[in-house]
């Protein structure tokens, strides 16, 4: 069956068929908004059942438990969409300064500039009390993230374009700038009293640019002429 004949049958499907496939994605929406608005452990199966407009059971049916529900939150939202930078990397022609700017933007657009980004101060401030779901979000988002990272500082050192620095510090060095913007998203008068002024884009790119002039190499300098 071709893809136009599916796009059909999904179009003349009784509703009622159509929305038991959205619901789903409708219970990951609900429970990514309640987990950025209330906290993890705050946050109860019936309200996310209640924010969907199902029962309790309904949830249970799709997602065990609030853990596994927190889970697919994560992998739709944040560790799913971490496959597009590998297209990026692999097509990518421009310098390493430049591929840099590019992934803290595409960061922004993907996940920083989404509802995802209160995941981030959500670790910070329950990431201890709930170890298995740390350890998952550790493994899921973290060290692929940082992989990309590492990949990108990489580069630019092996085409001579980054001073050979140590790649764990370069990489945790980008990696706060994004945790940050993220946090003052969810926490602004925690992090910043004029976050509302903030333009996140020219703050990514001011930013890029400073991290790429401190890890680019430096000009040689002229030899002084014999006298």
């Known amino acids: 069956m ?31 908004a309640l987990f950025v608005e209330k906290g993890y452990a705050a946050t109860r199966m019936e309200e996310v059942a209640a924010r969907a407009g199902v029962s309790k059971g309904t949830v249970f049916l799709y997602f065990p438990s609030k853990l596994e529900l927190f889970k697919q939150v994560v992998r739709r939202n944040i560790s799913g969409r971490l496959g597009l930078w ?7 022609a421009g310098s390493s300064a430049e591929l840099l700017r590019l992934t803290m933007l595409l960061w922004w657009e993907r996940i920083g500039s989404t509802p995802a980004s209160g995941i981030s101060k959500l670790m910070v401030s329950e990431g201890q009390n709930f170890p298995e779901m740390a350890e998952f979000f550790h493994h899921e988002v973290i060290v692929p993230g940082q992989l990309i990272l590492h990949r990108l500082i990489e580069r630019g050192i092996e085409r001579g374009e980054f001073r050979p620095v140590c790649v764990e510090h370069a990489v945790q060095g980008v990696v706060s700038v994004m945790v940050f913007l ?10 910043t009293q004029n976050f509302m002024t903030l333009d ?20 040689a300098q002229p030899k002084e002429s014999l006298r």
């Open 200 to 219: 996140p884009v020219a703050y990514l790119h001011h930013h890029a640019d400073l991290i790429a002039r401190g890890l680019a190499v430096a000009p």
């Open 2 to 32: 071709t893809s136009a004949h599916l796009l059909e049958r999904t179009a003349h499907a009784p509703r009622r068929e159509r929305r038991k496939d959205e619901r789903p994605a409708e219970l990951l929406d609900a429970a990514l």
């Open 86 to 92: 590998d297209g990026r990397f692999a097509d990518f």
């Open 182 to 191: 993220a946090l003052s998203r969810h926490s602004p008068n925690a992090c």
